[in-house]
């Protein structure tokens, strides 16, 4: 029987083969707040000033700001802090989580025209690298709630006939899991992870056409210990290319390749006190490893209103991501009364690669204003919009998918403000900056809000930077995306401590 659905499925378009959800969506298309040391303690507010490396990731104009041959490099020291409260205990838990890395490198180089009356003053080129993303993370929730695990399992098996459960005689569990993978997708290998270790049942046992099942775990109260470990990063490599126009206008163009790699290990135990329940613990591990490749590219001009006086305005196109994906699964159980198999274990080690798939961020306007005041010093405010519900999956689930991201993203405004004091060879820093929530309910994510003051001197054609950041958000993050609807409310704390060198040459 399932040999003649496997060829029925194979003509069919599959609609559930893919891990992709909204979650994704907004975290591949957030941008973090770092740069270069200066970029970071003004608040990121630079579209409208360039002449800094990293203000060409948001206005390519910027590079023929510089009025020399420029290179820079900065390490980055990241530190999160999550602060969880999670079930009906309120039981909060603190987990810390430091990354040191280099976030950004790339050189400028600078032609200035000999003749004073050329349309074309000055031209640049670049090639940049930035860390646009770091998803090094983790967190615990744990407490008691008043749902299991084992609705999550009968959630994915309902509507699955019980046959597809079973192995044929001379096939193993192992070779079930991965036909399931392969022609019904990872639903339906959930299904087969509780059926396997008891817990679930098929409401008719005895008919294979039986498509109801029911957890054989009672009661209504659980303990949950639910960690989640996240590592990867999204970077941009950039060539960028700028040209000054009678000393006045500045017009520029990025073209970027992105790579982006995410790996989210999650770990969950479900205990239960119930006598009635046949099943009183439940362990369950997923790993997902996520890669992709991007193209994207920026327009920017920058104008000198007046000598003192910058404006800007950019365009971020949608990134266009091709992704692919890869996931491992294992669960065990304990099971209460006299039954011949005590503690039920089913790891397939079998690794689901998943078709790739396309997926297409929103794209970002951004404009800029500035004011030099002289050799003293600058003031800088930048505002963005981006419009998180034209994020598009362009394959696999995706009409269920963009559905969700139409009826639940939204416009989302970013605010940047930053100042600059010069004293001698010291430059002193500040800056604030602030990102709406993407989502129309704020209550899944808040606000990010942040502010940030740094040091810089210069040495000749040597600047050494130094620069610290600070943000916070909330959000209640939604555990398992099928059968429960149990989450956990983070408050989410996150500094950066930047070092930049740069030279000019």
């Known amino acids: 029987m399932k040999t003649i659905l496997l060829k029925i499925i194979l003509l069919l378009p599959v609609m559930s083969l893919y891990a992709q959800d909204i979650t994704d969506a907004v975290r591949f ?36 700001v510089f009025l020399n041959n420029q290179a820079s490099a900065t390490l980055n020291l990241n530190l999160r802090s999550n602060n969880v ?86 096939e193993t569990v192992e070779e079930l899991y991965t036909f399931l993978g392969e022609t019904q997708g990872l639903s339906a290998q959930n299904a087969l992870l509780g059926y396997q270790t008891f817990v679930i049942d098929p409401v008719n046992p005895n008919d294979f056409n039986n498509t109801q099942y029911v957890s054989n775990v009672q009661g209504d109260e659980f303990r949950h210990d639910y960690l989640i470990n996240e590592r990867g990063y999204n970077g941009r490599f950039s060539f960028n290319t700028s040209v000054e126009i009678k000393k006045r206008l500045y017009l520029g163009l990025n073209l970027n390749a992105h790579y982006m790699e995410y790996q989210r290990n999650t770990s969950s135990i479900e205990d239960n006190n119930n006598s009635d329940s046949q099943i009183a613990r439940i362990g369950f591990n997923n790993s997902l490893l996520t890669r992709s490749n991007a193209f994207s590219f920026q327009l920017g001009a920058i104008a000198k209103v007046t000598p003192q006086l910058r404006a800007a305005l950019s365009y971020q196109s949608p990134t266009w991501y091709r992704v692919s994906e890869e996931v491992e699964q294992s669960i065990e159980t304990i099971r209460r009364g006299n039954v011949e198999v005590t503690n039920p274990f089913f790891n397939p080690r079998i690794l689901n690669i998943y078709p790739e798939y396309s997926f297409r961020t929103a794209s970002t306007w951004r404009t800029g204003l500035s004011y030099v005041f002289g050799n003293r010093g600058l003031i800088s405010i930048d505002y963005s919009v981006q419009d998180y519900s034209n994020i598009k999956f362009r394959s696999g689930p995706a009409t269920i998918v963009n559905q969700q991201i139409s009826e639940e993203l939204t416009n989302a405004a970013s605010l940047n403000i930053g100042g600059e004091f010069v004293l001698k060879q010291f430059r002193f820093r500040g800056g604030y900056f602030t990102q709406e929530s993407p989502y129309e309910d704020n209550s899944i994510m808040g606000d990010l809000t942040g502010y940030s003051f740094g040091l810089g001197y210069n040495l000749s054609r040597v600047n050494i930077d130094l620069a610290y950041t600070f943000a916070s958000v909330e959000r209640n993050d939604l555990l398992y995306n099928t059968g429960l609807s149990q989450t956990a409310n983070i408050n989410n704390d996150e500094s950066n401590i930047f070092l930049t060198i740069s030279f000019g040459f």
């Open 29 to 64: 298309s957030r941008e973090d707040m770092m740069g270069t040391a200066r970029f970071s303690a003004m608040g990121g507010a630079f579209s409208s000033l360039g002449g800094d490396m990293s203000s060409l990731k948001l206005n390519p104009a910027g590079s023929s």
């Open 85 to 170: 409260n999670f079930g009906n205990s309120n039981t909060g838990t603190t987990r810390n989580e430091n990354t040191f890395d280099l976030n950004q490198a790339g050189a400028v180089f600078v032609y200035t025209s000999n003749d004073d009356d050329a349309t074309i003053s000055k031209y640049s080129y670049g090639l940049t690298y930035d860390q646009i993303a770091n998803y090094n993370d983790s967190y615990r929730a744990f407490g008691n709630v008043n749902q299991s695990l084992g609705d999550f399992f009968v959630t994915n098996a309902q509507g699955l006939p019980l046959d597809l459960l079973e192995p044929l005689p001379g």
